[in-house]
Protein backbone atom coordinates (compact mmCIF):
# COMPACT_ATOMS: atom_id res chain seq x y z
CA UNK A 1 0.00 0.00 0.00
CA UNK A 2 1.42 3.69 -0.93
CA UNK A 3 2.14 5.55 2.06
CA UNK A 4 2.06 9.24 2.33
CA UNK A 5 3.63 10.14 5.71
CA UNK A 6 3.56 13.75 7.38
CA UNK A 7 5.52 14.41 10.14
CA UNK A 8 3.24 16.20 12.45
CA UNK A 9 -0.48 15.38 13.44
CA UNK A 10 -0.74 18.51 15.26
CA UNK A 11 1.73 21.47 15.28
CA UNK A 12 0.85 24.91 17.43
CA UNK A 13 3.10 28.20 16.49
CA UNK A 14 3.30 31.62 17.03
CA UNK A 15 3.29 34.56 14.51
CA UNK A 16 6.09 35.54 12.71
CA UNK A 17 7.62 31.85 12.98
CA UNK A 18 9.06 29.96 10.25
CA UNK A 19 7.19 26.74 9.81
CA UNK A 20 7.81 23.78 7.69
CA UNK A 21 5.38 20.91 7.05
CA UNK A 22 7.32 17.83 5.46
CA UNK A 23 5.52 15.01 3.74
CA UNK A 24 7.47 11.88 2.24
CA UNK A 25 6.04 9.24 0.31
CA UNK A 26 6.99 5.70 -0.33
CA UNK A 27 6.07 4.66 -3.98
CA UNK A 28 8.27 6.61 -5.91
CA UNK A 29 5.41 9.10 -6.91
CA UNK A 30 6.64 12.02 -9.17
CA UNK A 31 3.66 14.08 -8.30
CA UNK A 32 3.62 15.57 -5.03
CA UNK A 33 1.14 18.36 -3.78
CA UNK A 34 0.22 20.57 -0.93
CA UNK A 35 -3.10 21.20 -0.02
CA UNK A 36 -4.73 23.22 2.95
CA UNK A 37 -8.37 22.45 3.68
CA UNK A 38 -10.96 25.07 5.43
CA UNK A 39 -14.49 24.90 6.17
CA UNK A 40 -16.76 25.80 3.61
CA UNK A 41 -13.58 26.15 1.04
CA UNK A 42 -13.09 22.66 0.35
CA UNK A 43 -9.68 22.02 -0.33
CA UNK A 44 -7.01 24.64 -2.28
CA UNK A 45 -3.92 23.68 -4.00
CA UNK A 46 -1.10 25.59 -2.63
CA UNK A 47 1.54 24.05 -4.93
CA UNK A 48 2.76 21.02 -6.43
CA UNK A 49 5.98 19.62 -7.74
CA UNK A 50 6.12 17.24 -10.82
CA UNK A 51 9.72 16.07 -10.61
CA UNK A 52 12.47 16.92 -8.43
CA UNK A 53 13.18 20.79 -7.95
CA UNK A 54 10.90 21.60 -10.01
CA UNK A 55 7.32 23.22 -8.51
CA UNK A 56 4.28 25.19 -9.86
CA UNK A 57 2.16 27.34 -8.03
CA UNK A 58 -1.18 26.72 -7.13
CA UNK A 59 -4.34 28.79 -6.22
CA UNK A 60 -3.04 30.32 -3.12
CA UNK A 61 0.52 30.08 -2.98
CA UNK A 62 1.13 33.91 -1.18
CA UNK A 63 2.83 33.00 2.23
CA UNK A 64 4.29 29.76 1.09
CA UNK A 65 7.10 27.98 -0.37
CA UNK A 66 7.84 24.95 -1.35
CA UNK A 67 11.66 22.34 -1.39
CA UNK A 68 11.55 19.39 -3.43
CA UNK A 69 15.11 18.40 -2.90
CA UNK A 70 14.52 14.52 -3.02
CA UNK A 71 11.81 12.51 -5.24
CA UNK A 72 10.30 11.39 -2.16
CA UNK A 73 9.71 14.33 0.16
CA UNK A 74 7.74 17.57 -0.15
CA UNK A 75 8.45 20.21 2.34
CA UNK A 76 6.00 23.56 2.37
CA UNK A 77 7.32 25.80 4.23
CA UNK A 78 5.64 29.12 5.88
CA UNK A 79 8.16 31.87 5.72
CA UNK A 80 6.69 34.13 8.42
CA UNK A 81 3.44 32.36 10.01
CA UNK A 82 0.11 34.26 10.27
CA UNK A 83 -3.28 33.35 11.82
CA UNK A 84 -4.59 33.13 8.97
CA UNK A 85 -2.49 30.31 7.72
CA UNK A 86 -4.29 28.36 10.87
CA UNK A 87 -6.01 25.74 8.79
CA UNK A 88 -5.61 21.93 8.20
CA UNK A 89 -2.19 21.21 5.44
CA UNK A 90 -2.81 17.73 2.99
CA UNK A 91 -0.23 16.26 1.24
CA UNK A 92 -0.32 13.82 -1.62
CA UNK A 93 1.32 12.48 -4.15
CA UNK A 94 0.71 10.89 -7.40
CA UNK A 95 2.27 8.77 -10.26
CA UNK A 96 2.86 11.03 -13.83
CA UNK A 97 0.10 10.56 -16.22
CA UNK A 98 0.29 9.29 -19.60
CA UNK A 99 1.40 5.89 -18.03
CA UNK A 100 -1.30 4.56 -19.97
CA UNK A 101 -2.83 3.19 -16.55
CA UNK A 102 -6.04 4.87 -15.68
CA UNK A 103 -5.01 3.84 -12.00
CA UNK A 104 -2.33 6.64 -12.06
CA UNK A 105 -4.32 9.67 -11.47
CA UNK A 106 -5.25 8.76 -8.12
CA UNK A 107 -3.82 10.66 -5.58
CA UNK A 108 -3.02 9.22 -2.24
CA UNK A 109 -3.00 11.90 0.68
CA UNK A 110 -1.25 11.65 4.11
CA UNK A 111 -3.24 12.10 6.83
CA UNK A 112 -2.83 15.81 7.45
CA UNK A 113 -1.22 18.90 9.74
CA UNK A 114 -3.62 20.76 11.72
CA UNK A 115 -1.18 23.89 11.64
CA UNK A 116 -2.83 26.61 14.70
CA UNK A 117 -0.74 29.69 14.07
CA UNK A 118 -1.01 31.67 17.07
CA UNK B 1 -8.77 28.36 -14.95
CA UNK B 2 -10.81 25.04 -13.99
CA UNK B 3 -13.18 25.11 -11.54
CA UNK B 4 -15.54 22.90 -10.17
CA UNK B 5 -19.21 23.69 -7.95
CA UNK B 6 -20.67 21.48 -5.72
CA UNK B 7 -24.32 22.67 -5.09
CA UNK B 8 -25.05 21.52 -1.47
CA UNK B 9 -22.86 22.51 1.53
CA UNK B 10 -24.69 20.20 4.13
CA UNK B 11 -27.04 17.38 3.40
CA UNK B 12 -28.89 15.67 5.91
CA UNK B 13 -30.92 12.36 5.40
CA UNK B 14 -32.60 9.69 6.92
CA UNK B 15 -30.86 6.03 6.85
CA UNK B 16 -32.44 4.50 3.06
CA UNK B 17 -32.98 7.69 1.81
CA UNK B 18 -31.82 8.02 -1.87
CA UNK B 19 -28.67 10.35 -2.19
CA UNK B 20 -27.99 12.84 -5.66
CA UNK B 21 -24.79 15.79 -4.53
CA UNK B 22 -24.29 17.49 -7.32
CA UNK B 23 -21.07 18.81 -9.17
CA UNK B 24 -20.48 20.84 -11.95
CA UNK B 25 -17.04 21.84 -13.19
CA UNK B 26 -16.04 24.65 -15.63
CA UNK B 27 -13.62 23.50 -17.67
CA UNK B 28 -14.53 22.60 -21.65
CA UNK B 29 -11.76 20.12 -23.00
CA UNK B 30 -10.92 16.51 -21.74
CA UNK B 31 -11.57 16.15 -18.07
CA UNK B 32 -11.11 13.64 -15.75
CA UNK B 33 -14.10 13.18 -12.89
CA UNK B 34 -13.46 11.94 -9.18
CA UNK B 35 -15.27 11.74 -6.42
CA UNK B 36 -13.56 11.34 -3.15
CA UNK B 37 -14.51 10.83 0.91
CA UNK B 38 -13.38 11.95 4.14
CA UNK B 39 -14.70 9.79 7.04
CA UNK B 40 -14.45 11.69 10.21
CA UNK B 41 -10.90 11.71 11.51
CA UNK B 42 -9.50 9.90 8.50
CA UNK B 43 -7.73 11.04 5.42
CA UNK B 44 -8.98 11.69 1.66
CA UNK B 45 -10.04 8.35 -0.27
CA UNK B 46 -11.02 8.02 -3.36
CA UNK B 47 -14.51 6.82 -3.57
CA UNK B 48 -14.82 6.81 -7.58
CA UNK B 49 -13.47 8.22 -11.21
CA UNK B 50 -14.23 8.52 -14.60
CA UNK B 51 -11.45 8.63 -17.46
CA UNK B 52 -13.66 7.36 -20.92
CA UNK B 53 -16.03 4.66 -21.67
CA UNK B 54 -19.75 4.23 -20.04
CA UNK B 55 -20.50 7.32 -18.26
CA UNK B 56 -22.18 5.65 -15.52
CA UNK B 57 -19.53 4.90 -13.18
CA UNK B 58 -19.83 2.38 -10.30
CA UNK B 59 -17.50 2.89 -6.93
CA UNK B 60 -16.82 1.17 -3.50
CA UNK B 61 -19.95 0.93 -1.13
CA UNK B 62 -22.74 1.21 -3.45
CA UNK B 63 -21.72 4.79 -4.65
CA UNK B 64 -22.11 5.55 -8.53
CA UNK B 65 -21.79 9.04 -10.72
CA UNK B 66 -23.00 9.61 -14.37
CA UNK B 67 -20.92 11.75 -16.45
CA UNK B 68 -23.33 14.63 -18.65
CA UNK B 69 -20.47 15.78 -20.46
CA UNK B 70 -23.26 18.28 -22.21
CA UNK B 71 -24.37 19.62 -18.63
CA UNK B 72 -20.59 19.58 -17.44
CA UNK B 73 -21.81 17.38 -14.47
CA UNK B 74 -20.86 14.62 -12.16
CA UNK B 75 -23.10 13.78 -9.57
CA UNK B 76 -22.55 11.94 -7.33
CA UNK B 77 -25.89 9.17 -6.49
CA UNK B 78 -26.64 6.05 -3.86
CA UNK B 79 -29.74 4.86 -3.45
CA UNK B 80 -29.93 3.86 0.05
CA UNK B 81 -27.58 5.48 2.53
CA UNK B 82 -26.34 4.18 5.74
CA UNK B 83 -25.57 6.33 9.26
CA UNK B 84 -22.22 4.87 8.09
CA UNK B 85 -22.15 6.88 4.86
CA UNK B 86 -21.84 10.40 7.22
CA UNK B 87 -18.84 12.54 5.79
CA UNK B 88 -17.71 14.91 3.73
CA UNK B 89 -17.78 14.65 -0.40
CA UNK B 90 -15.37 16.20 -2.21
CA UNK B 91 -15.96 15.85 -6.44
CA UNK B 92 -12.64 16.86 -8.06
CA UNK B 93 -11.30 17.69 -11.96
CA UNK B 94 -8.12 17.08 -13.78
CA UNK B 95 -6.63 20.07 -15.35
CA UNK B 96 -3.30 19.57 -16.87
CA UNK B 97 -0.71 22.37 -16.88
CA UNK B 98 2.36 22.92 -19.05
CA UNK B 99 5.55 20.39 -18.54
CA UNK B 100 3.28 17.32 -18.75
CA UNK B 101 2.38 17.99 -15.11
CA UNK B 102 -1.66 17.51 -13.82
CA UNK B 103 -3.59 18.59 -10.60
CA UNK B 104 -6.75 18.25 -9.50
CA UNK B 105 -9.06 20.88 -8.57
CA UNK B 106 -11.70 20.31 -6.08
CA UNK B 107 -14.95 21.51 -4.98
CA UNK B 108 -15.72 22.81 -1.85
CA UNK B 109 -17.20 19.37 -0.51
CA UNK B 110 -20.68 18.65 0.48
CA UNK B 111 -20.96 17.30 4.66
CA UNK B 112 -23.61 14.36 4.29
CA UNK B 113 -25.04 13.41 7.83
CA UNK B 114 -27.09 10.75 7.85
CA UNK B 115 -29.52 9.97 10.64
CA UNK B 116 -30.12 6.55 11.92
Known amino acids: DVKVTQSSRYLVKRTGEKVFLECVQD?????MFWYRQDPGLGLRLIYF???????EKGDIPEGYSVSREKKERFSLILESASTNQTSMYLC?????????????????FGSGTQLSVL | AQSVSQHNHHVILSEAASLELGCNYS??????LFWYVQYPGQHLQLLLK??????LVKGIKGFEAEFIKSKFSFNLRKPSVQWSDTAEYFC??????????????FGKGTKLSVIP
Open chain 1, 92 to 108: ASSFQPGQQTATNEKLF
Open chain 1, 27 to 31: MDHEN
Open chain 1, 49 to 55: SYDVKMK
Open chain 2, 27 to 32: YGGTVN
Open chain 2, 50 to 55: YFSGDP
Open chain 2, 92 to 105: AVTSYSGAGSYQLT
